[in-house]
């Protein structure tokens, strides 16, 4: 079996990942392709440890489950506020989404 | 009698409907504005009066009260006590109102707040009424602010006019000054007897329940407030501004109601104030100082108004000294205080008739008087000799009695009493003389500044009246109670009233005084009223000493009494410097400490840190991100760096 700090090293890995897309790219839809890289690195991560210190029970395997559902919805959602945010602005470039600022 | 709360009750009917009617404009289509109300109401409580005292002298004194205030600890009961000196107060009170009414149907007719003027009457009457029937401080302290408050009411009646306007408030200040001494001293008392009922205060007084230092200061501040009511020095100054109402208010105020109820409070508080060593004799002390000097100052005021203001106020200084002369002042000066009642109201409604007749009130503008108005010269003669206290008529048994009294307390006090009667003698028969005698003033003085009220300035002499019926009347009914008002102190009259030893035997403190006739200080009296009358007469009448050459020979004198002895300008110096003072310290405190920094402070601060803390929201994503994830790596270290 592989040993669980490799698993943990490419989970930590995804979401350092995801991490960095979200800061550093402008454009809203890479923004969220970032943040489901985050999302699937927690996931990865809960069943690593549900299965390597708690195989009985399932319960990371639930827990990602449940992260892979919120997200699909999370990113309908999104994808919506996007597309009207590109309809209004004719950008999809969340640094010129300011209009709330002072 | 359990029905005379109907007296005041009556009255302030009167006043209700009067007050409604005013307000929401039906009094003008009453049918005489509604005045006959006012009157009819003062005339069945000057009827009532009469069965009242009846019941008095049949059943003595005796009060009844009703449930007031019932909360926890406290149960206040508003009661009436009738005794022989609320039923002389009721008698003088109706009578005088009942003739001032009257005589203003006259003297106010075609004025525009003709129904309002006499609803404030009413209310007037009502509350002094009230005053005197009132068995406990609370409710009496009610009535008295009620005083005051009316007193405000119509001195200002011509608010539009800026004097009036300002007498009234002066007034009404400064007898607040007195006021709140009275409220303080009545809460001082409740503390320490736990009851506003008087006879539970006099009790606790004979039992000596009351620390003395409390009662002390209890008895001075009751003192305070009847100063300020009944005009003392220092506090007389409002009584002569308060000359810019209408003549009958004047007479009202001066002779009944207000300026009475600060005699009748001290009066009333008798067994109190005489229980305080010392007391009686600052009463004596304040009240000589008040008659000599405004005695003074009435021989040099030329508006007849003030004169005769000055005059109640020596007159009510003249009470009070006499009232710190122990129990036969006590008598005494309540006796002087319903004589003098008459006769002032009088002096007030005759100078009335003499302005209403001629527009003029200042001496220098009015004279000759004598042959155009025969009426009002007579009713003034009477009311200006009574005043001097010549026998028999009323001032003189009063003042008699008075002396009698005051002679007990040394030769200095008796002498300067004495000193009070020469110069009231004097100022009385200048004003008379002057009125009524000598030639009519001449055409420069016509001309004045007053002048420009009548239409053509030459018709004034022509046009110049007696009084009407409804203004005659009241003065004769006033005249006829100047002349007989003071025979009952004789034992022999006295016993048709059913005061068979005189008024002393009526109206006393812990025992009868018999009446006591001093030939001595009757002659003194006399003597001094007619040396009196006699320079006055050499002055005004005969002409056969100068008044402007005494005037040159005594400027220094004449000045200082011109300038009513610098009181006044004492009392602006004061508001200017002390009160006002304090008060731009007081606003300084206020705007800067107050507004500036408790309440524009907080405001200030935050909208200037939030000026800071706004370039922290950039509007970029990216940083909010950023800052989201240092703080979760700043708490994890702190996680682990605790777990550790």
Known sequence: MIPIQQVLTISAGLFCLGLYVVLARRNAVLVLMGLELMLNGVALNFITFAVYRDPERFLGQIFALFVIVVAAAEVGLALAIILRLYRLRRTANVDEANTMRW | MEQAWLLPGLTFGAFTVLSLASLTGLARRIPGGGAWLSIAAALVSFVLFWPVAADEQARGTHSFAIPWVQVAGLELTAGMAIDPLTVLMLGLITFVALCVQVYSTGYMRGESRYSWYFAALSLFVTAMLGLVLADNYLLLYIMWELVGFCSYLLIGFYYD?????????????????????????????????????????FHAVETGAIEPATLSLAALLLFLGAMGKSAQFPFHVWLPDAMEGPTPVSALIHAATMVAAGVYLVARSYPLFSAVPGMLMFMTLVGLITTIMAAGIALVVTDIKKVIAYSTVSKLGFMVAVLGAGGAGFTAAIFYLVTHGFFKALLFLGAGSVIHATHRQDLQELGGLGRKMPLTASVLLIATLALAGLPPLSGFWSKDEALVALSQRGPLVYGLAILSVFLSAIYGARLWFRLFTGPAPTADHESGPVAEDESEPG???LATHDAPVAMALPMLALAAMSVVG??????????LVGMPQGIGSYLFFHEPEPFYFDAGVAVTSTTAALLGLFVASGLYWWRIWSPAALQARFSRAHALLERKFLVDEVYQWAIDHIVLASGRLVALFDRAVLNDAGVNGPGVVTVALSALLKYTQTGRLANYALIMVIGLLVLFAAAFGFAM
């Open chain 2, 486 to 495: 003071g025979v009952v102190a004789l034992p022999a009259v006295g016993a």
């Open chain 2, 459 to 461: 018709t004034h002499a």
């Open chain 2, 161 to 201: 006019r800026k004097a009036a306007a300002e007498a009234a408030k002066k007034a009404f200040v400064t007898t607040r000054l007195g006021d709140v001494g009275l409220l303080i001293g009545i809460l001082l008392l409740f503390r320490a007897t736990g009851t506003f009922q008087m006879s539970g205060v």
